[in-house]
């Protein structure tokens, strides 16, 4: 499949010539003259790698990069800068902003920019922590987020989303559709973020059937449920027309005992964090997710909470002592 690049350039005749070039050595070309309609496509046509001029009127190219680097939607896209001045302090610049490499124009032969751009594609490739299957930033990229925010003392929330009854689903109908049931809630929780979310929340897949939002904590319980409420609505029609008739699969358990389990869900377990009150790590977060998300499972699942939750459970059982 080919690759596929985003041209943004107010000059027709330059657009003109690289998309000549790219699409005769087997790029699929998108090109654009308007850097705020680059910014949209950049969204909804997810290119493999973006070619930005730094000069436009409207808009500058370095501030393209940085709009892209800060939505989580388009944080992932390499971006390479296209200009004509060749000057030190003007690229760091842009790499403080986000850019992944420079072409400065009048260095650089248009015959050699198709190769240029897969070098740096697979050099990109290869440094970040990518999940093949959704795209979305991986442990590292989740990691170095938490850390950032920590020390900046800023009050975040983090959200860890784990798929409810996956492991029968997956023994029962097969790996690819398992794989399609992961894919739904990346999905799920893109649109959550997009509805319920705040400008920044970031969006990472841990690995497996496990996700992490981190974002802010006055929206992030919005988008937990909104993402709950969409893979609840969506479930029954990955299963067949007997199993959805059931409301479920009968199955083997992690102890290896058949029983029945309903439809897949998503459970999810949200941390709110203010490293200003109390030093915090990104291990300590998950281990505060991970007994939330074990008291809400123990509790049937396909829900949402946070802390609550644990104080809740200590009441009732101080209340029976």
Request: aromatic share 8%.
């Amino acid at each position: 499949m080919s690759e596929k690049i985003l041209l943004i350039d107010d000059e027709l005749n330059n657009l003109r010539v690289l998309q000549a070039r790219l699409r005769a050595n087997n790029f699929d070309v998108v090109t654009c003259d308007n850097p705020i309609r680059g910014l949209e496509l950049a969204k909804t046509i997810e290119p493999d790698i973006i070619l930005l001029d730094v000069n436009m009127p409207q808009m500058s190219g370095l501030e393209v990069c940085r709009k892209l680097k800060n939505d989580y939607k388009t944080a992932h896209i390499p971006v390479i800068l296209l200009t004509c001045m060749d000057d030190i302090d003007y690229k760091l610049k842009g790499f403080d902003g986000g850019a992944d490499d420079y072409l400065v124009k009048d260095q650089v032969d248009y015959r050699e920019i198709p190769a240029r751009l897969r070098s740096i594609l697979r050099r990109v490739r290869a440094s970040r922590s990518v999940n093949p299957l959704t795209g979305l930033p991986g442990n590292e990229e989740i990691i170095r987020r938490m850390t950032d925010l920590i020390k900046m003392k800023k009050i975040f929330s983090v959200a860890y989303v784990d798929i409810d009854n996956f492991k029968p689903y997956n023994d029962r109908y097969g790996f690819s559709k398992g794989d399609q049931v992961i894919l739904l809630v990346a999905k799920s929780l893109r649109t959550a973020i997009e509805q319920r979310g705040s400008p920044g929340d970031f969006l990472g897949h841990i690995g497996g059937d496990d996700f992490v939002v981190i974002g802010n904590p006055y929206t992030m319980r919005a988008v937990a449920e909104t993402a709950v409420r969409l893979v609840q609505q969506a479930a029954p029609s990955f299963y067949d027309e007997a199993d959805r008739k059931r409301g479920g699969i009968e199955g083997l358990d992690r102890h290896g005992v058949k029983r029945f389990f309903p439809f897949f869900g998503i459970t999810v377990a949200v941390v709110d964090v203010d490293p200003s009150r109390a030093p915090v790590t990104p291990d300590q977060i998950a281990t505060i997710a991970s007994r939330i998300k074990k008291e809400l499972k123990n509790a049937g699942g396909n829900t949402f909470g946070g802390y609550e939750i644990i104080l809740r459970k200590k009441k009732a059982v101080s209340g029976r002592a």
